[in-house]
């Protein structure tokens, strides 16, 4: 079978490697001319992805994956054509389609009679059907239902961890018709392989869930559902702190019925994934009332936290050290780690203080790292706490890092004067 991988980030590179580890015959196409070099080189192009590096090596040493920045010529020579472009929001919260309509166009270019095309990338709902669909057609001369076949199947994996959560999670998928979810059933059923789950109502694998729509809304609920999570938690934990509360013995309690599945409060929430996806929900759900007021509250707790520590440090922060609990985040790279939507990684935004130093503290390091900072070249610098925590679905985290816990509990302890020695946050 040959496949065309659209995009070689973080997500795209490891599905490429994937399936040309399962035997099949791999382009990847990417604008990233340096990223494609790297690539064909059998080089890691970014660090901290499991088993990458050597499964890479082998599959580009055996030449069942090349890379290259033609997108319309891998197309041409493919029967299948996965697409992971990122869709981001501009400024105003709107779904911004320019990189993906720029790649729909070049796809469009090399579909030939009977080409399956898959879009992975988290979408608005009616997008594939609606604005991707018809402009692949116009382009290729094709017929969708007769000669062309468009999917949506979203990717559900971690960074750090992608090759296990192939396996571990369900794959859904949906298409414009039933050809064309049959076909990607059987493509799917060919490059992955799936792990026994007793805690699901149905076996582990290909699940179609019917249509296009219905996949895409799949993945916006399941993202959609912990950006509202988190919000409650912060609400929660702001009114316990004000009571003189411990939020975290709360969360801890309260989980401990299983109809409770409270997340962790936090900063706010930062990655490429969850302070974006509710954003694309609501573009076509408007009027939705707890997506929009969920990133209210987050949106606003790092403003929160500032006025809070502002005040326990009696009105002002002008030289202090900043220990911060990084956010919730969607998507972090250990090494380095991602700073994608991290309201934490910049201070100088809601609260502007000459800061003498800053450590950051993140759920997903496992060691400390000193990091530059960008916004102040007179800082000390920012390095990472070492305290680890350690991921879950119902609760966020199953423990909770002490620096983290004692912003909610003491937050002027998280902040310090210069010359005065901090244990805790070095």
């Given at each position: 079978m040959d496949i065309c991988v659209v995009a070689l980030g973080k997500i795209g590179l490891p599905l490429a490697v994937q399936y040309a580890s399962m035997g099949h015959r791999v382009r990847g196409a990417d604008i990233n001319r340096e990223l494609?070099?790297?690539?064909?080189?059998?080089?890691?192009?970014?660090?901290?992805?499991?088993?990458?590096?050597?499964?890479?090596?082998?599959?580009?040493?055996?030449?069942?994956?090349?890379?290259?920045?033609?997108?319309?010529?891998?197309?041409?020579?493919?029967?299948?054509?996965?697409?992971?472009?990122p869709l981001v929001v501009d400024s105003n919260a709107e779904p911004d389609y320019t990189a993906m309509d720029a790649a729909t166009e070049s796809i469009g270019k090399g579909i030939k009679p009977g080409t399956l095309v898959i879009y992975e990338t988290t979408l608005p709902v009616?997008?594939?059907?609606?604005?991707?669909?018809?402009?692949?057609?116009?382009l290729s001369g094709t017929t969708p239902g007769e000669d062309l076949m468009v999917c949506f199947s979203p990717e559900r994996?971690?960074?750090?961890?992608?090759?296990?959560?192939?396996?571990?999670?369900?794959?859904?998928?949906?298409?414009?018709?039933?050809?064309?979810?049959?076909?990607?059933?059987?493509?799917?059923?060919?490059?992955?392989?799936?792990?026994?789950?007793?805690?699901?109502?149905?076996?582990?694998?290909?699940w179609d869930v019917g249509t296009a729509e219905a996949a895409e809304l799949v993945k916006l609920a399941e993202t959609t559902y912990r950006d509202v999570n988190i919000g409650l938690a912060n609400e929660f934990a702001r009114y316990a702190r004000s009571n003189g509360i411990d939020i975290h013995s709360v969360i801890e309690a309260a989980n401990s019925?299983?109809?409770?599945?409270?997340?962790?409060?936090?900063?706010?929430?930062?990655?490429h994934c969850i302070p974006v996806y509710p954003r694309l929900y609501l573009s076509n759900d408007p009027g939705a009332l707890l997506p929009a007021a969920s990133r209210t509250t987050n949106e606003r707790m790092p403003a929160w936290f500032a006025d809070m520590l502002r005040a326990a440090m009696g009105g002002s922060l002008e030289g202090a050290a900043y220990s911060s609990p990084g956010s919730h985040t969607g998507e972090v790279s250990r090494n380095p780690p991602s700073r994608a939507r991290t309201p934490s990684w910049q201070p100088s935004r809601p609260w502007e203080p000459a800061w003498a130093s800053t450590t950051l503290c993140s759920p997903m390091r496992s060691s400390p790292?000193?990091?530059?900072?960008?916004?102040?070249?007179?800082l000390v610098g920012r390095r990472w706490c070492?305290?680890?925590?350690?991921?879950?679905?119902?609760?966020?985290?199953r423990r909770t890092c002490p620096m983290h816990r004692s912003w909610w509990t003491d937050g002027a302890s998280s902040i310090h004067r210069p010359g005065r020695r901090r244990d805790a946050a070095t």
């Open positions: 494609v070099d790297c690539i064909n080189r059998g080089e890691e192009p970014f660090p901290g992805e499991a088993d990458l590096a050597e499964r890479l090596s082998t599959v580009v040493r055996d030449g069942s994956l090349t890379a290259g920045t033609d997108t319309t010529a891998a197309v041409a020579d493919s029967d299948i054509v996965v697409v992971v472009v009616g997008t594939t059907r609606e604005r991707f669909t018809p402009r692949l057609a116009e994996v971690y960074s750090g961890r992608i090759f296990a959560d192939l396996s571990k999670y369900p794959k859904i998928v949906g298409g414009i018709d039933d050809r064309s979810a049959a076909a990607a059933i059987a493509f799917y059923e060919s490059v992955l392989s799936f792990d026994d789950r007793d805690d699901l109502d149905r076996p582990n694998g290909v019925q299983p109809f409770s599945h409270l997340h962790q409060p936090g900063i706010s929430v930062g990655g790292r000193r990091v530059s900072n960008p916004h102040n070249r007179a070492s305290t680890r925590t350690t991921p879950s679905t119902s609760s966020g985290h």
